[in-house]
């Protein structure tokens, strides 16, 4: 009888049910040799222990096995006073202790998932530590490829300040040229308005007005040469602007690739960062 009473103390109190002392007893036992000889002691042993481990959390720290085999009423009542007093204190405790349970649900909950946002974190950041290393060589292409640029840019910038300034001097033979074809233009007329006052005035001596004049033609046909050679300079001057004007419109529409390019790629790299994270 008395058995019984500590046994429903144990299965209300500790949840421990005569089947889980069943299996312990038959789990010790069964290597053993005439293991029949043997299951009552260990049963009752496994009983005690766990009796007086209820009782100790009971505040009862003398609990024998013999209060289990010869119980004293005075011992037995008393011990039934505190398995009473556990019972309500337990009952007390039971609403708190649900929520410390449920909170540590949530905290051990709370746990996993920031250990999962870390590992992802971790995976997303390998990912971006490999991807910079795969993009490592293009990066450093293109870093070359940006360099070469920028060098030929330097150099057409150059050749272009070297073919302004020929241009400056071509500008100015052209404004002197134009300039004597004025100067020759004028003389021309003046010789010609002075010829032809000649010739009115002088009808002797043919063969030396004729000497003259093939030597003004002569002169004129000169001053034509140096007149055509400057017409000459001048269009290759104009192709030389045609040139230079293409060579800027070249130059800007590389830069705008290049600027392109470069800007395309940090963008897909900042999206693919995003979505990493």
């Known amino acids: 009888m008395v058995q019984k009473v500590y046994l429903a103390f144990l299965d209300t109190l500790a949840g421990t049910m005569q089947e889980m002392l069943e299996k312990q007893r038959d789990s010790l036992c069964e290597p053993l040799e005439c293991k ?52 309500r204190f337990r009952s007390d ?42 993009d490592e060589p293009r990066v450093k292409q293109l870093q070359e490829e940006n360099l070469a640029h920028s060098d030929r840019l330097l150099d057409m910038k150059k050749e272009q300040s070297r073919l302004l300034a020929e241009v400056d001097a071509l500008k100015g033979e052209k404004t002197d040229a134009i300039q004597k074809q004025t100067d ?26 004729k000497r003259d004049v093939r030597d003004m033609q002569v002169q004129v046909q000169g001053e034509r040469v140096s007149l055509g ?14 040139v230079l004007t293409q060579l800027d419109a070249d130059i800007a529409a590389s830069m705008a690739h290049i600027h392109t390019s470069t800007r395309r790629k940090c963008i897909g790299l900042s999206n693919w960062i995003a979505k990493s994270n």
């Open 36 to 87: 029949e000889i043997y299951e009552d002691g260990v049963a009752w042993l496994l009983f005690f222990r766990e009796v007086r481990t209820m009782m100790e959390a009971a505040t009862v720290h003398d609990f024998h096995l013999q209060d289990l085999t010869r119980p004293t009423p005075k011992r037995f009542k008393r011990h039934m006073s505190a398995l009473v007093n556990f019972f």
């Open 93 to 134: 405790r039971l609403a708190e202790f649900d929520e410390l349970v449920l909170e540590t649900e949530d905290l051990e909950n709370r746990r996993i998932e920031l250990e999962d946002g870390i590992e992802q974190a971790r995976s997303a950041i390998e990912k971006i530590v490999s991807q910079r290393k795969s």
């Open 184 to 209: 020759v233009q004028y003389q021309l007329q003046i010789v010609s308005t002075e010829l032809t006052k000649l010739q009115a005035r002088i009808v002797t001596r043919p063969d030396d007005i």
């Open 229 to 242: 050679e400057s017409e000459r300079k001048a269009r290759e001057l104009s192709a030389k602007m045609d």
